[in-house]
């Protein structure tokens, strides 16, 4: 299984140059107050995975340090894999390692999306799936593998169905040009046949004047075209459209005359309704302002009692005051007392303490020189055994330059064999090259005669048909040449060419074949010729370069150890001899190491403690009596000062007279209290009285507003200044007698159209034969008929064969559409999972009952949201969550999605301060969701939080489990923030 096993971090907003956290199995808390860095930390983890802050989108820039050019991450994988990032100032993003390497996953998977969908939860709900919008959200859920796959297909499906609608409609076109012409040229022959039978019944003079009386009656002003129908024509339209809004108008003025019977009803219940509303808001009124009056004297009456108890408590205070000084007095004398004796015993203890540290003292002075002594030994070691280990180094890289000799040699051998092999394939290139230009000629050559056995079989085919067809068996002369021949032989003559031309050119086909197949097997032959060359050469390319590679290397070697080509071999038999001499040294001073003095660092550690111990609690006792010193002046003054205060004065009478007050305040607050319930009472029902003025003054000011309504309803009807039954009825039979007279109009005028039409049509034939000519040009209009029906059927078969194609590659889409609904489904089972995590750690019903995830596809394009239920209605959830339950939502829905969904073997959760809106027992329901995830599914998580006592809980929370966890907190210094291990 993958981890993280470590992170460094340089330069990232405020933090310090090499910030760096060990990670490992359990859980990894980043501990630090809001805006010290936490999430900074993440976000850096995020641009070495998917090479980009998401939230830092246009603005890269802010990522890096004010104080540098440049901000640095390295990730460090349990499998040796590492990963470096760095960010320019300039947004100039450059990265080392093979993310999709390292996380085991192909170059097709979309990393950011993944990776912010099931392993980082960010502070920013805005930026997640659950509160993005539908189309973003949909767009994540396809990154999943279980759906990429379809979607991606799915997205070809635009394209794929616009290019077979294009040439659909390029063919569509086609054939509806030519269906229209046909059409148009068949109703020009269909009109033309007819207008011969056609003969108008009525006079053009009589269908004339009828309509010019029509369009009088309904005042339209049209101009006559007596000599032009066509244009008349087109004017009628006025005429019927005016008739016909007419009509419109009367039946609308009818059905709101006939439906305003059952208002004129509701306007007589508003009146009586006004009149009554009214004497209720007067008698409310009269008992709200006897209620006000009596407000007014309750008021004065506790202003009154205030006053009393405010004389009553300022004499009970300067009465209390008095007995507090007697007191106090008392006081004050007993702790001189006590302090007095406590100085003299700090002062013992503060000269035992100083005798005890001077011991101390001497006892350090002697460790440290002995430690001097052991230091400058173990230096003298550490340089003996760093100059051997030099030394093996040295001869290590002298080996290593004889065995790069020994490989040099090998691959100049292998380079020489590969010249050879090239030279070997070259001549063979150079043969086969001329064998396929002479097979190219020859079947150039044979091509040239097909074409030409083509071209001639046709003219002779032609040309001897026609002799063929005036030849009989009594023919004698042939009619090309003019030679003689017996009866019948002419015949059988002719009819043998006929028959032998064919298998001619069937032979020169054959042929033609033979020489291209010869063609091809010769260039195939070239063509892997060529391709063993350039395979020889790539080899020979690679081993040349590892030869020079292997100098460079060699040429480095010597120049680290300073050799040149004669000091080589000195070196070589020199090294054995000082490494020996080296070790023999070593030796020595390991011997005399067992002199030294021995020396107990805990003893040490001790005497430092006890002697730092020792030191505090001198400082503490000085402190403490020099602040009794001060305690007890302070004190002697006070006594003096409260001695002359209470001069004059006796204790016992001042407490009686505390008593008596305290009784007469007692009686005075019983008052107030009385006083105020009457004031509460009265309120409350001098506001109920206000409340039912309101309400009834509204419900008059709704009825008011209808009559309004009404009022302007009815004078749109022109029938007098107030509504009136019998009015109504009366205009409602006039109306019905108009409307009746405009359908007879109306008729009328839908039989002169149609007699004008016709009388048009009749004086059209002239005109329909002229454009039948136009249409067939030189040709006879039954011959171009024929030829548009024949251009009609080609386009249509065209049409039906992209069609069907189109279709097939439609139903195809369709099934992939199936599917993906499928996966849908799936994708939907996740909610199963999410709502087990969510009741584990959110209470609201609304939400742990709810659907949750919605997903669908909607124009191609799939769609996502997060649903919930109330009164049958789906509401989105983040309309109804708090900030604390939107953020449970999307944690579980990660958790969810990582465990369902894996799509890398590296498990990890990056957890951003996901319980900041939680008090620690909302946060301990994640806690231990959490701690299942690592000890059930060997999750590794890395969890930031501001609140000390939340990391502490999960600490122990894990540790009761057995479950590894540390604990690093945040910390800014002036060169930026840092990081130390604190758990």
Known sequence: MIQLDKIEVSNARRLGEKVQIEFGEGAT????????????????????????????RGNKDAFVNAKSDNMNVELYFNNKEFIKATLHKNGVYNREGDINKILGISQDISIPYLFKMTHFFEQNTKNWFVSCDDTEAGKLLNSLPISSEIQNILSKKTSVLRSFTNIENNVKMEWEKYSNELKTFEELLNKKVELNATSPELKLEDVLKGIKSLALKYDVQIETYDNDLNKLSIKLSYVRNKIVEMREKCLADYNKLFSYEDRIKLYIKNKAMITEKNEKINIYKSEKKKKEQSLNGLVTEKNKLMEELDELSQSEFKVGQIISQFNELELKKKEIVVNKENIEKYRKEEKETEEFIENQNKKIEDYCHSQSVIQDFQDSLKRHNEKLINLEKKKEKLNDIEEKISTLLAEKTKLQGLKNLIDEENEKKVNVEEQVGEYKRCYVSQKQNVELLKKSETEIESALSVIRQNITEESRICPLCQAKYEPGVLLKKITKILTTLNPLFNDAIIEEKKAHDLVKKHEK?????????????????????????????????????????????????????????????????????????????????????????????????????????????????????????????????????????????????????????????????????????????????????????????????????????????????????????????????????????????????????????????????????????NKVIDKAKKLEDITMKKEAVNAFLNEILKESDEVQLQLGLINDSWKRILKRIVINPLITTAPLLKNETHRNKQMASTIATIRDKGIDITDIASEGQIADIQLSFILALANEYSWTPWKALLLDDPVQHHDLVHASSVFDVLRDYIADLGYQIMLSTHDKLQADFFVRKLKNDGISSRIYQLVPRKEGVTVEQTG
């Open 525 to 789: 032959s070239l063509a892997e010729i060529e391709k063993n060359i350039e395979t020889l050469n790539t080899e020979y390319d690679k081993t040349n370069q590892l030869i020079n590679q292997n100098n460079i290397i060699i040429d480095q070697i010597k120049r680290d150890l300073v050799l040149g080509e004669e000091s080589f071999e000195y070196e070589k038999s020199n090294i054995n001899l000082r490494i020996r001499e080296q070790k023999k040294v070593i030796l020595e001073l390991k011997s005399e190491e067992e002199k030294l003095p021995k020396l107990d660092i805990e003893d040490y550690n001790n005497v430092m403690l006890l002697k730092q111990s020792k030191e505090r609690r001198l400082a503490q006792l000085k402190s403490e009596i020099n602040s009794l010193k001060l305690v007890i002046a302070n004190n002697s003054s006070d006594i003096e000062a409260l001695e002359k205060s209470i001069k004059d004065k006796d204790s016992d009478e001042s407490v009686a007279e505390k008593n008596k007050y305290t009784t007469e305040l007692i009686n005075c607050k019983q008052k107030l209290l009385s006083n105020e319930n009457k004031y509460g009472k009265t309120k409350d029902e001098f506001q109920r009285l206000t409340e039912n003025i309101i309400y009834e003054e509204e419900a008059l000011s709704t009825i008011n507003a209808t009559q309004a309504n009404l009022l302007m309803e009815w004078k749109e009807f022109n029938l007098g200044k107030n509504p009136d039954e019998q009015k109504v009825k009366n205009e409602c039979v006039r109306l019905e007698g108009v409307i009746l007279q405009i359908k007879k109009d109306l008729q009328a005028f839908y039989d002169l159209q149609n007699r004008l039409s016709a009388w048009r049509i009749f004086l059209e034939d002239e005109e329909i034969s002229k454009k039948i000519a136009s249409m067939a040009g030189t040709k006879s209009a039954e011959k171009y008929h024929n030829e548009l029906k």
């Open 29 to 56: 808390i980043l501990l630090a107050p809001n805006g010290t860095g936490k999430t900074t930390i993440f976000e850096a983890i995020e641009l070495a995975i998917t090479g980009e802050v998401q939230r830092l």
